[in-house]
């Protein structure tokens, strides 16, 4: 089973969900020079976030080259349960993507 590269922690309190989520990526800007040949590094970082609750989005968030690395994101939404499913998913900009699901707590 390979590795995720999200991890997610949602914790519900009365009506209001906590999601915590912290992603795997070298978010490169493209204006970075590699060190040892004195080149660019290529744009690499991811362009959009989208946290599901239940199948329904909850957040979609457009992302550009400026966020740091393996970047951390913590939102709040109305409503959600103990047991109920919050999915998250990234894509940037080379076409890769991730997907990681957790359950409330």
């Not at 089973?1 to 914790?11: E, G, L, P, Q």
């Not at 309190?13 to 020079?33: F, I, S």
């Amino acid at each position: 089973m390979a590795k995720s590269s999200i991890k997610i922690r949602a914790k519900a309190k009365k009506d209001v969900t906590t999601v915590k989520a912290l992603m795997t990526h070298p978010m490169e800007t493209g204006g970075r020079k590699d060190k040892k040949t004195g080149k660019l590094i290529p744009a690499h970082y991811i362009q959009e976030v989208v946290c599901k609750h239940n199948g329904a989005t909850v957040l979609t968030a457009n992302w550009s080259g400026g966020v740091s690395k393996n970047p951390y994101v913590s939102f709040k939404f109305g409503g959600g349960a103990k047991g109920d499913s919050v999915e998250i998913t990234w894509s940037d900009n080379k076409g890769g993507s991730g997907t990681q699901t957790a359950k409330i707590k």
